[in-house]
């Protein structure tokens, strides 16, 4: 019985699969530029004579990989130019790397897998099977039951359509039939899930403003993401889902396909993990994600790879982040942080600043660790800047 169950399941997802492939061969229209492309020798000269950039690129792009790379495509025609273009041309970048496509994780490992497993802090470039935890058994609790520093807690997810491209290739027509296919089972949702689909392309401007600045919304002012092709066509098959409390949300074709989100006030961990994972069990029944041994669920930026979940809660912390690092000229804050493999980032998401000493607190690793042990990370971490906060 259980046999024919699951025989069943891999024809309706091998159906799912050749259904999405072929889907993106028929919006595959020839190349409509947008995004302008710079050789890759261009790009290298202004990578290699800059002596003051810390990016991850720099450190691992050597004149020896850059060499062996810089003719490579993958089967779609990705190059090491659609990779880098945002780290050379943003010197500044914490990162500078994105995966041209799918592919590119292997065409260009030579340098991404170093990267990878840098900013991931693993030996090797390897994820194990998803593993959320047992839901019905799962107590991760509410890490500020008092309301005391835990403004808000949000937990978001990556994920990739199989058989589509990522920014620099999608097509005009691929990332609305995206968009369709999205929408579609996004309205199966029931119960607390349902909810409504917002285009941006027919949002009125003030709606946009007030979704963006009470944290729901993206906007499209990310220089880095500019670079790598991430706006390309914008708005066209962009938008926001969101269920009627607004606690579960979807964004469609910001940096990836799909980012699922799930959040409210406070800081009730357990309730915003379940309503998630909830969420994706019901949406991978209707959707096919791009998952791979080697990569987890495959993502865009190769920070994200992996379980690609960021915890966060938006928390006040004045004392720490005033308070001087004993280890040169950082804070209190940053040096908890990088012991607990936490990423502090400002109250309107990344590269922006902290208000009135309310910062967003997040897991840093998304690879090479379960989504439990993900998620337990960020708690046992914001649990120690809690602690260490109320000992200043
Ligand atoms: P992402 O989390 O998808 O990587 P950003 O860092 O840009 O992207 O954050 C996206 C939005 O989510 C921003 O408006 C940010 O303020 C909001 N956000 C992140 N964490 C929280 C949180 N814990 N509570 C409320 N809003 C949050
Ligand atoms: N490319 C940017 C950098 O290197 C962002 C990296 C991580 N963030 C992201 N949204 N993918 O700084």
Same mark, same amino acid.
């Given at each position: 019985m259980y046999r024919r169950y699951l025989d069943q399941l891999n024809t309706q997802t091998t159906q799912l699969i050749s259904e999405q492939q072929q889907l993106a061969q028929k919006t595959k229209m020839s190349a409509e530029p947008e995004y302008k492309k710079i050789p890759v020798d261009e790009l290298w000269a202004k990578l290699s004579a800059a002596s003051d950039c810390k990016s991850l690129l720099k450190k691992h792009l050597t004149l020896e990989r850059y060499e062996a790379l810089k003719d490579k495509k993958t089967s779609i025609g990705g190059d090491l130019g659609d990779c880098i273009q945002s780290g050379c041309m943003n010197l500044d970048s914490g990162v500078g790397i994105y995966a041209c496509d799918p592919e590119g994780y292997d065409t260009f490992a030579l340098v991404l897998d170093e990267v990878i497993k840098d900013y991931?802090? #693993? @030996? +090797? #470039?390897w994820h194990p099977a998803p593993c959320f935890g047992d839901m019905d058994n799962l107590d991760l609790g509410d890490l500020d039951p008092n309301n005391e520093m835990i403004v808000s807690t949000r937990v978001r997810v990556g994920r990739s359509h199989t058989g589509f491209p990522f920014p620099? %290739? %999608?097509s005009k027509d691929q990332r609305k039939a995206m968009e369709k296919m999205t929408v579609e089972a996004l309205n199966t949702l029931e119960g607390e899930l349902k909810g409504k689909y917002f285009s941006l392309e027919t949002m009125n401007k003030e709606e946009e403003k007030q979704l963006i600045a009470d944290h729901f919304l993206f906007k499209n002012d990310d220089r880095f993401l500019r670079e790598a =092709?991430?706006?390309? &066509?914008?708005? #066209?098959g962009r938008g926001i889902y969101f269920s009627e409390d607004k606690k579960f949300l979807t964004w469609i074709n !910001? !940096? @990836?396909?799909l980012r699922f989100i799930s959040m409210q006030m406070g800081g009730d961990l357990g309730a915003v993990y379940k309503r998630l994972v909830k969420a994706l069990g019901k949406l991978s029944e209707k959707l096919k994600f791009a998952h791979n041994d080697?990569?987890?669920? #495959? /993502? &865009?930026?190769? /920070?994200?790879? =992996? *379980?690609t979940c960021r915890a966060s809660v938006h928390i006040k912390v004045p004392k720490l982040a005033a308070a001087p690092s *004993? +280890? =040169?000229? +950082?804070s209190k804050l940053e040096d908890i942080c990088a012991e607990y493999n936490l990423q502090p980032r400002g109250i309107h998401g990344e590269h922006t600043e902290s208000v009135g000493g309310v910062y967003d607190i997040s897991n840093k690793r998304r690879l090479g660790l379960s989504e439990l042990d993900a998620i337990m990370e960020m708690k046992n971490g914001i649990l120690e800047v809690m602690k260490a906060e109320k000992a200043l």
């Open positions: 991931h802090k #693993v @030996d +090797k #470039v620099p %290739a %999608a =092709g991430g706006y390309n &066509f914008w708005p #066209v !910001e !940096e @990836d396909h080697k990569c987890g669920y #495959v /993502t &865009f930026c190769p /920070t994200n790879l =992996g *379980t *004993t +280890k =040169g000229n +950082k």
